[in-house]
């Protein structure tokens, strides 16, 4: 149920190389998109619904629904902004077992992912964040319960700096969960150009060729009162730990810092990370269970 989200930050440096070279300065470089797609929530037994969602533009986008389990009462409704790479079906391991949990989710691919037209490409991927607020707003089974933001990776970083600037958006949450989310596009690129040897001499030039403006670091300490929760793993090899902790000193309180095991963004392959989150939402305001570092699953050295 998982793919490998975020990969061109990690092990495609020498691509990356040319694509900087090429491209210059453009925020293409941050997404590596999939087209169509290759199975849908019903492979993992889940009911679901497809969405055309339409951009301000006119961009049509492609969504999937995905209800509370039937016979589960509606503990609220996640928006769930997934990575740079794939689409939709690369991404339904970060939220399958909410359903179960009582969340209906709202998974969408942005412009040029999947089934969504177009090409993703900064400032107007802003755009698709906002059809789907705006489908949330509307939608009558989403009314009067608690609303979630999850986004990991990319995913979560394109969410704080959309919050940032649409205050009328974060106030309607109730929580917000980011995972393995870069605090600057161009520190992590410079971390992925350092780890090759074709690239590594010119890592710190290359990677001013990386917008930087919309990262996470400028503009998390502008959403004060709604809690937040940031997942980052220690093994993460895409996207390093540092970039967690330095989003979690930046962001106001209130916050909690999870370090979790494991690859970039698989954080909920495992069940006690989905626990932590399902306990989160239970009080996100006095959430204070978190798990000491020695009692981190080790993926390595199963207890």
């Not at 210059?24 to 999939?34: A, E, I, K, V």
């Not at 992925?192 to 040897?197: E, F, K, Q, R, V």
């Not at 930087?212 to 980052?232: C, M, N």
Request: proline letters at 9%; a neutral charge.
């Amino acid at each position: 149920m998982y793919s490998q989200p975020g990969k061109i930050f990690g092990t495609f440096a020498p691509l990356l190389l040319g694509l900087l070279l090429g491209l210059g300065g453009c925020s293409r470089l941050l997404f590596y998109p999939q087209p169509g797609l290759p199975f849908t929530p019903q492979r993992a037994g889940l009911e679901y619904r497809d969405l055309e969602l339409r951009a301000a533009d006119g961009t049509r986008l492609h969504a999937w629904w995905l209800p509370a389990r039937a016979g589960v009462a509606v503990n609220g409704t996640v928006l769930h902004l997934h990575g740079n790479g794939g689409n939709l079906a690369s991404h339904l391991g970060g939220s399958w077992w909410l359903p179960e949990q009582g969340y209906q989710v709202l998974m969408l691919d942005y412009r040029g992912y999947g089934l969504s037209a177009g090409d993703p490409a900064l400032p107007e991927l802003y755009q698709d964040i906002d059809a789907a607020f705006a489908w949330l707003e509307q939608a009558p089974e989403v009314q009067g319960k608690p609303l979630i933001l999850l986004g990991q990776s990319i995913g979560g970083a394109l969410a704080v700096h959309y919050l940032a600037g649409h205050p009328q958006r974060y106030e309607r949450l109730s929580a917000l969960v980011l995972d393995g989310v870069p605090a600057s596009y161009r520190e992590v690129a410079r971390y992925a150009l350092g780890n090759a040897w074709l690239t590594w001499p010119l890592q710190v030039p290359l990677s001013w060729l990386v917008p930087d403006g919309d990262s996470a670091i400028r503009s998390i300490r502008q959403l004060k009162g709604v809690p937040l929760l940031i997942y980052h793993s220690l093994d993460d090899q895409v996207v390093p730990l540092s970039n967690g902790v330095r989003l979690y000193q930046a962001a106001p309180p209130p916050r909690a810092f999870q370090p979790t095991r494991g690859g970039h963004v698989q954080t909920f392959a495992e069940p006690v990370w989905r626990e932590v989150m399902l306990r989160f939402l239970d009080d996100p305001q006095g959430f204070a269970g978190l798990r000491r570092l020695a009692e981190l699953p080790n993926p390595e050295n199963p207890q």
